[in-house]
T-cell receptor, first 114, second 111 residues
Framework: DTGVSQDPRHKITKRGQNVTFRCDPI?????LYWYRQTLGQGPEFLTY????????KSRLLSDRFSAERPKGSFSTLEIQRTEQGDSAMYLC????????????FGPGTRLTVT | GESVGLHLPTLSVQEGDNSIINCAYSNSASDYFIWYKQESGKGPQFIID?????DKRQGQRVTVLLNKTVKHLSLQIAATQPGDSAVYFC??????????FGTGTRLQVFP
């Protein structure tokens, strides 16, 4: 257990529905990252926060995706109007700002869109 | 749990032998290179990293080698144990601190 928690661990939803995932980072970490992983592939970067500021978003993050970290602690990732192609593992990681080479990952949320 | 890396390159080793997992990276400007271990149904677990100005770093039972000339990274695991069975990913960081992951390798340890 790295100390990063994610909820839910599994989510099955129908196409067109909205889903929201939560990540609680290690408490003293000011950086929080979201990645997406499909079977057989390495994780792909989606976005990251330093405290409450969202500093970068990947082109993978379409306008149906939004992430927030309102108080600089936990973060949420929302997907609106889900599509089957959104089915993946959504991973959250956290790090100290000065040590982003040491990112600690949570267990992930497995999303299945039917 | 679910299976990670269904169609990945696989390295099979006997328990007690040493394992060497290789990775080619793309960006010569990367600052750090990192190895992660991922077990089925779990998130990636940090193993060891190496800064770009180094060529070798040792941890507990693991050694990472960096060859910048040919953009090659390797992870050596000494005395491989059944608990080492997992998918291993190399990753690099440059510029904005996001991890860029390479193709994973499945390590299978048999008795």
């Amino acid at each position: 257990d790295t100390g990063v928690s994610q909820d839910p661990r599994h989510k099955i939803t129908k196409r067109g529905q909205n889903v929201t995932f939560r990540c609680d980072p290690i408490s003293e970490h000011n950086r929080l990252y979201w990645y997406r992983q499909t079977l057989g592939q390495g994780p792909e970067f989606l976005t990251y926060f330093q405290n409450e500021a969202q500093l970068e978003k990947s082109r993978l993050l379409s306008d149906r995706f939004s992430a927030e970290r309102p108080k600089g602690s936990f973060s949420t990732l929302e997907i609106q109007r889900t599509e089957q192609g959104d089915s993946a593992m959504y991973l959250c990681a956290s790090s100290h700002g000065g040590r982003s080479n040491e990112q600690y990952f949570g267990p992930g949320t497995r999303l299945t869109v039917t | 749990g679910e299976s990670v890396g269904l169609h990945l390159p696989t390295l099979s080793v006997q328990e007690g032998d040493n394992s060497i997992i290789n990775c080619a990276y793309s960006n010569s400007a990367s600052d750090y290179f990192i190895w992660y271990k991922q077990e089925s149904g779990k998130g990636p677990q940090f193993i060891i990293d190496i800064r770009s100005n180094m060529d070798k770093r040792q941890g507990q039972r693991v050694t990472v080698l960096l060859n910048k000339t040919v953009k090659h990274l390797s992870l050596q695991i000494a005395a491989t144990q059944p608990g080492d069975s997992a998918v291993y990913f190399c990753a690099e960081i440059y510029n904005t601190d996001k991890l860029i992951f390479g193709t994973g390798t499945r390590l299978q340890v048999f008795p």
